[in-house]
């Protein structure tokens, strides 16, 4: 066992409590707490790299896709700094083995917090049926065909950028000038993809009034990941 091993589920579990905890009673994540976050990863991690020597490209890699990925949902109205920092701060204590995992905490959270959102509006019934397509939603069929290239799961692709592209106000034309490229570069997978994002299409024409925190949705993603070993 590696010195550092047993102490990144007990911190992502610890942080994760007391940053949900701040989110649902402040609503804001402080950012002594991610401060905090950061210095007990870099200690943690340089006892496991200096222990392994290994997995320290891959480590970099997923903290920097993390915080891309993060920084895009904030550009698109989606979250807000608190949650780009949290997500990415959280990031730095988990230490994925191969590309395909990059998106499974940001997939995580979108299932959970849709899962909590419907189900409020069930309760409540404070919903309504509202369809408004737009070139962004075809986004992940732009880009789903070149994810199997770089070793990173196509449905997982799929489902992160529809709800990225649903928000997205600019960058129509390019958008869907890669789309028409990759219908005609790949068209099985272009095709495929398309016909998936049917469903997400209607089930992101369902307007909720309701709210949740995005916070202990992220923590819930990273504490069942790492609980179950999947990440």
Do not use: C
């Not at 202990?216 to 179950?228: D, E, K, T, V």
Request: net charge positive.
């Amino acid at each position: 066992m590696r010195s550092a091993d047993p102490l990144f589920f007990p911190s992502v579990l610890l942080f994760s409590l007391a940053a949900s905890y701040t989110d649902i009673r402040l609503h804001r994540v402080p950012n002594s707490l991610i401060l905090r976050i950061l210095v007990v990863s870099l200690f943690l991690n340089l006892l496991y790299f200096i222990d392994t020597g290994e997995g320290l490209l891959v480590y970099l890699a997923f903290v920097a896709v993390s915080a891309l990925a993060s920084l895009i949902l904030y550009l698109v109205d989606f979250w807000k700094p608190g949650d780009v920092k949290f997500y990415t701060a959280l990031s730095t204590l988990v230490h994925p083995t191969e590309f395909s995992q990059f998106l499974l905490p940001l997939l995580g959270f979108l299932l959970l917090s849709i899962a909590a959102t419907i189900v409020e509006a069930a309760v409540t019934r404070k919903f309504r049926f509202d369809p408004k397509p737009n070139v962004g939603m075809l986004l992940p069929v732009a880009v789903a065909p070149l994810m199997p290239l770089l070793g990173v799961s196509s449905l997982a692709v799929i489902f992160v950028m529809f709800f990225i592209g649903e928000k997205v106000k600019r960058l129509k034309l390019p958008i869907l000038a890669v789309f028409f490229i990759s219908l005609l570069l790949f068209p099985l997978q272009a095709i495929k993809a398309l016909l998936f994002t049917v469903p997400l299409f209607l089930a992101s024409s369902f307007k909720f009034e309701g709210h949740f925190p995005s916070v202990p949705f992220i923590s819930a993603s990273f504490i069942y990941l790492l609980a179950s070993g999947r990440i």
